[in-house]
């Protein structure tokens, strides 16, 4: 049986991911997550004072198109455009489940660029970003104002024991989170629990969910992967435990699909509020 050079592509990616996944475990400490994202977003500051349209904010060449990726199972070696199949998966979700929501929002959001064209396409809508980084919140801001979107976004811990802010309660008819709970490692009832204080209508995640990642190579090197990273553990546990409460019920679980880096395999998860919760 012949291979093909796909798979012995994809075979040396993931022999350089396992090797990565034998170091030093890591901690997803709070410090730590400010300090690598603070400095990553910084530098996106430089780029917005040079984009003349929207159109070239929402894709960026050197940082959006990227090698080693995948769709589903597929591997792919050369570089393809994650960004706008990735807007356009999250366009498809909200209006799949929550088409009659005027008010939506992102929580870790980054620099916002996924609320900026939600934003764009649907003018008749208002948007909100919340992000723990001042720089990503500083940068969202900026690309509102220059071209002209109805969002706004401020600073928003999902870890704080604090209450939530009276300005933010129900704040959004859906919220929507894309690779954001990946930051808070185990700390998922926490993140969920502010985050069910701010949205009338539910929850989208798209995350990368370990426990659901599939039993291939390509799975189980990802997975090892994840653990060393300290990524989003327990999230299935917690959506559980909600449902039970019947604090939320699933709409959707199961794969996100669309160009993604190949360690990781993101999972879709719908949750709605029950009436009168």
Same mark, same amino acid.
């Given at each position: 049986?012949?291979?093909?050079?796909?798979?012995?592509?994809?075979?040396?990616?993931?022999?350089?991911?396992?090797?990565?996944?034998?170091?030093?475990?890591?901690?997803?400490?709070?410090?730590?997550?400010?300090?690598?994202?603070?400095?990553?977003?910084?530098?996106?500051?430089?780029? @917005?004072?040079? *984009?003349?349209? +929207?159109?070239?904010?929402?894709?960026?060449?050197?940082?959006?198109? /990227?090698?080693?990726? %995948? =769709?589903?199972?597929?591997?792919?070696?050369?570089?393809?455009?994650?960004?706008?199949?990735?807007?356009?998966?999250?366009?498809?979700?909200?209006?799949?489940?929550?088409?009659?929501?005027?008010?939506?929002?992102?929580?870790?959001?980054?620099?916002?660029?996924?609320?900026?064209?939600?934003?764009?396409?649907?003018?008749?809508?208002?948007?909100?970003?919340?992000?723990?980084?001042?720089?990503?919140?500083?940068?969202?801001?900026?690309?509102?104002?220059?071209?002209?979107?109805?969002?706004?976004?401020?600073?928003?811990?999902?870890?704080?024991?604090?209450?939530?802010?009276?300005?933010?309660?129900?704040?959004?008819?859906? @919220?929507?989170? *894309?690779?954001? +709970?990946?930051?808070?490692?185990?700390?998922?009832?926490?993140?969920? /629990?502010?985050?069910? %204080? =701010?949205?009338?209508?539910?929850?989208?995640?798209?995350?990368?969910?370990?426990?659901?990642?599939?039993?291939?190579?390509?799975?189980?090197?990802?997975?090892?992967?994840?653990?060393?990273?300290?990524?989003?553990?327990?999230?299935?546990?917690?959506?559980?435990?909600?449902?039970?409460?019947?604090?939320?019920?699933?709409?959707?679980?199961?794969?996100?699909?669309?160009?993604?880096?190949?360690?990781?395999?993101?999972?879709?998860?719908?949750?709605?509020?029950?009436?009168?919760?």
């Amino acid at each position: 049986m012949s291979v093909s050079k796909s798979d012995l592509n994809e075979l040396e990616f993931l022999k350089e991911l396992n090797q990565w996944s034998e170091g030093k475990p890591l901690s997803r400490v709070q410090n730590q997550v400010l300090s690598e994202y603070e400095s990553g977003w910084a530098e996106w500051e430089e780029y @917005l004072l040079g *984009c003349k349209t +929207l159109q070239e904010w929402l894709y960026r060449q050197d940082t959006d198109c /990227e090698p080693n990726t %995948r =769709i589903a199972e597929q591997y792919y070696a050369e570089p393809q455009n994650t960004m706008t199949p990735k807007l356009r998966f999250i366009e498809s979700v909200l209006n799949k489940y929550f088409p009659s929501a005027q008010r939506v929002g992102e929580a870790g959001c980054g620099i916002g660029r996924n609320i900026h064209y939600l934003s764009d396409r649907y003018p008749q809508k208002s948007f909100c970003g919340l992000e723990l980084t001042t720089s990503g919140v500083k940068i969202a801001n900026a690309a509102s104002k220059k071209f002209h979107l109805n969002a706004q976004f401020q600073q928003f811990d999902m870890l704080s024991r604090q209450n939530v802010s009276q300005e933010l309660l129900g704040s959004a008819d859906v @919220l929507f989170t *894309c690779f954001a +709970l990946e930051q808070v490692s185990s700390n998922t009832e926490v993140a969920m /629990e502010r985050l069910l %204080r =701010i949205t009338k209508q539910g929850l989208i995640h798209i995350e990368p969910v370990m426990e659901l990642y599939p039993p291939t190579l390509g799975g189980t090197v990802s997975a090892k992967m994840h653990k060393r990273a300290d990524y989003l553990k327990d999230f299935v546990a917690t959506v559980c435990k909600l449902v039970q409460h019947r604090r939320v019920v699933i709409d959707y679980m199961g794969p996100a699909v669309f160009p993604i880096h190949a360690a990781h395999y993101p999972t879709l998860i719908v949750l709605r509020l029950p009436p009168g919760n």
